[in-house]
């Protein structure tokens, strides 16, 4: 166990819909960072949040959005999901705002269906 | 072009081979380089870093930094099964404003 809590595992859903998915940081990490994982692109970054506030942006699509509440969970909301956004999504933390650690700890993921 | 490329394999070796896994790049501001390692239904664990150029080594494993062929390698001596995975290099400027990962390379390392 990474320490890094994500939550559902799996999610099958319709085109057209929304969901939320849920990260929770390592104990005393305040970084977090959402990636999507294909296999065709790998890993892409998407977005990270430190302390609560948006610190960088990568390649994140305007129907995705996301925070980081005060617990310092955060939460990836993606919208007008099409087949496309059927791939791995994970979190990430760290306990700095820059990576002077040299990495991250991931989550397991989470796997998104789209039908 | 990607900002880093990686053979994504698979790469299928008997046990106790020595493996190499590469990656090259574009951006001569990369100083810190990274090797995680992805096991099936998991997320990516660090391996090893290094920051420039040179080598590290850690046990069975050995990375490689060729910053003026933009080329990084990971060995791996005395493979054994458990080291089935993915690695993914991954690369980043020395402000660390974003990390950027390779596809990934499969390995299979056969008993």
């Known amino acids: 166990d990474s320490g890094v809590t994500q939550t559902p595992k799996h999610l099958i859903t319709a085109t057209g819909q929304r969901v939320t998915l849920r990260c929770s940081p390592r104990?005393?990490?305040?970084?977090v960072y959402w990636y999507q994982q294909s296999l065709d692109q790998g890993l892409q970054f998407l977005i990270q949040?430190?302390?609560?506030?948006?610190?960088a942006k990568g390649n994140i699509l305007e129907r995705f959005s996301a925070q980081q509440f005060p617990d310092l969970h955060s939460e990836l909301n993606l919208s007008s999901l099409e087949l496309g956004d059927s791939v791995l999504y994970f979190c990430a933390s760290s306990v700095g705002d820059r990576l002077y650690n040299y990495g991250y700890t991931f989550g397991s993921g989470t796997r998104l269906t789209v039908v | 072009q990607k900002e880093v490329e990686q053979d994504p394999g698979p790469l299928s070796v008997p046990e106790g081979a020595i493996v190499s896994l590469n990656c090259t790049y574009s951006?001569?501001?990369?100083?810190?380089f990274m090797w995680y390692r992805q096991y099936s239904r998991k997320g990516p664990e660090l391996l090893m870093y290094t920051y420039s150029s040179g080598n590290k080594e850690d046990g069975r494993f050995t990375a490689q930094v060729d910053k003026s062929s933009k080329y990084i390698s990971l060995f791996i001596r005395d493979s054994q099964p458990s080291d089935s995975a993915t690695y993914l290099c991954a690369m980043s400027d020395r402000n660390f404003n974003k990390f950027y990962f390779g596809s990934g390379t499969k390995l299979n390392v056969k008993p």
């Open positions: 951006n001569s501001a990369f100083q810190y």
């Open positions: 104990s005393g990490d305040l970084s």
């Open positions: 949040y430190y302390n609560g506030e948006e610190r």
